[in-house]
Structures are given as structure tokens and as C-alpha cells.
């Protein structure tokens, strides 16, 4: 049995956030930016992730934005690729906290709560099918930017509110199981980031220059002497996750991707310059690279340890420290939507030098705890396949009809 399909728009309206400034932004506060970022896949909130703290009286002078507990907002950008969080709506928890919505963060209303049960309604808009839809809109660039208009284009099956009530109730065991995965992979990647500041939070010294650790943006010319009829892997921002993760999936001629893309080799850190990548934590240590070579997409920079000085291990984890990508926030340029962290930004950001050997331990200590979440993220991928059958079979009525007979 299928069930009728409804435009978006027909049953729900978008009210658009507020463009803060990232000089708005201030060390700690009881206001925080409602982002993207805040979304989590699978449309968990989580206004404590790479938080953004604004000044306590923006809350009465933008009090159209403040967002209350049971608000639902939507994520109106994502990559072009794997958008993970667009379109996916998500229910407001303040903890009593002031949350302010920013751009290219949407507040969902619903026009007749009576005929729509949100659980539901969540589950639709994050169905295979609605994403893509939403990706079509990208136009072939990196990011998908939803407008209004585009986001309540789509259409959704949608059913009695009873069996809506059913067919949430059924699919909550799989998504729970699911969630769990997801937040077991995040621990994992939190325990890596902990250790690195238990380890170099407190180093006292003098302050170098990254860019003096590292190698920025190696340029091609060191390899132009290879056959360009050699393979490479080919390694585009989607297959790169916020958890430093790497797809490898895809190889390509050397003289294909020569011009217009992005090189690296093994044992280079990449590093997401574009938002939201760059705030979500995309970066990862390239490894078991064709030919020890690789090419991606033009929104990385790359930096390579340099020997003696730093590791992969280090370097990496650096990136994805809160403060350090919150510093390369503010040195953004460009125009919003798409602000680029420029290469000097590594001259400007300046550390203590840990001694190798220290690095060298903290990669061992490393070592441990990725082939634990190297596990957690085999099982997410199994619950994630179980969650999307199971919600196929939802659409077309297929998981009601199971229980009825």
C-alpha cells in the first residue's frame, strides 16, 4: 500500500536564522549559536558540540531568534556529496541555556500539529529518497544551499496520524541502536582529542609558528617527474568524515587529476578550509594511499610533518581541537556560506613544540583507541543498513501491514 504524497511546504512553514558575526562570538556565556553543526546525523541535537558562546544580552536583542525547548529546526546546508544533516529536522533542548538561531538554520513550523506526528515527520525528511532529492539542488558545486523554497519543495508520504504513531514506534529500536553506534564512534574520537590535551595542553615554552612543524600545501612539482599514467587514489571531501575517517574507494590516472585538485601523500594531514566542513572537525591522516599518492578536492589543505619536528599522530589532532578550529574560524575569509581558512592562518597560529618522543607516545596511546572505534564504526555501519531497510520498507507500507497481519 503506498501512502498519498504531500509537499512540505503544504504542511509546514521555515522561519530563517540570523547572520552572527564570528566576532559576536565570546569565550563563555549562557547564550549559545544554534549551527549546523549542532545537528547531529540521524537528527540528534547537540547545542554542546563545537559550541558558540554569544554575549548574554543578545538573547533580549534578538529575541525573534530565541529558540525554546520542543522548537524543531532544520539544516539548510550540507555537502553536495553525503549531506548527513540536511533537511533533517531536530527538536530543541535549551537545558536551560538561551539558544539563538543562526543562518542557514531553519525553525520548522508546523501548521497542523493535529495531522502530523513529529517522530514521523523526522524520519520522512531523513529517508534516502528526500536526500536524494535535496542534492540535485547542489548544481554540481561542494555544498548544497537550500533556500526556503527548495527545502518545502519536496514530498513526503504521508499517512494516517495512527499509523504515522506506528511506524515511528517500529523503526525506534533500530534508530536506538543505531544512535548508540554513532555515539560510541564520537566517544572514541572525544577520548583521542581528551588524551591530546592531558598530554600537550600544559606545555610551557617558547611558541613556534605550525607552519614551522609542517609542510603546507606541498606543490605538485615533487612528483612531476612520475608516470602520469600511473594510478593515485582520488579522495573528494565527502569521503572524509568529521571522525578522521577515509574512504578510499576510488582511484584515478595521475594526468586526470593533475590539474584542479588537491595533492597529498601518506602520512599528510588533511585539513577542511571551507565551512561548515571546516567547523564539523573534516580532516583525517592519509594512509595505504595508491602508490602512496593521493589527489581530492580543492577545499583541503594539507600539511605534512616535517621530519623530527612532528607526526601525523600530533598534527592531526591538533586540527580538530576545538580552540584551534575555532581560532581558524575568525581568520576566515570570503563570503558567508562559503569562508575559507587562507594558508596563512598556519603562520599565524602559534604552539609549544612538543619533543618527538613525546608525539611518538601519544600516537601509541592513539593506536589503542582507533582499533577501538575502528569496531564501533563497523557496527554503526551494519545498524545504519538495518535503520535504511527498515525505513524503505516504512514508505510503502510495508512495516504496517507486517504487524497487522
Known sequence: MKFPLVKLGDICDLFNGYA???SDYVDKSNTLSCRMSNIRPGGRFDIGYNPRYLPDDFSEKYDQFKLKDNDVVI???DLADSPKILGVPTVIKTNGKNILLNQRVGKLLIKEPSQIYFPYLQLALNSPNVRSIYKKFAGGGLQINLGKKDLLSVQIPLPPLA???QIA????AADSLRQKDQQLVEHYTA????????MFGGLKGEKVPLSSLCKVNPPKSEIAKLDKNMYVSFVPMAKVSEYGEVELTDKRLLEEVWNGFTYFADNDVVFAKITPCMENGKGAIMRNLINGIGFGTTEFHVLRPVQNLSTPEWLYALTVQKSFRQQAELNMTGSAGQKRVPKQFFDKYMVVSPTIEFQNQFAKHVAIIEKQKQQAQTNLQKSEALFNSL????FTGELTADKAA
Not at 514506534?169 to 525506534?172: P, Q, T
Not at 525505513?391 to 516504512?394: F, S
Request: aromatic share 8%; charged share 25%; proline share 0%.
Open 163 to 165: 499509523e504515522q504513531k
Open 191 to 198: 577520548l583521542s582529542q581528551s588524551l591530546f590535551l592531558e
Open 20 to 22: 552572527f558575526k564570528s
Open 391 to 394: 525505513l524503505q520498507r516504512a
Open 169 to 172: 514506534a517500529i523503526l525506534d
Open 75 to 77: 539544516a539548510m546546508t
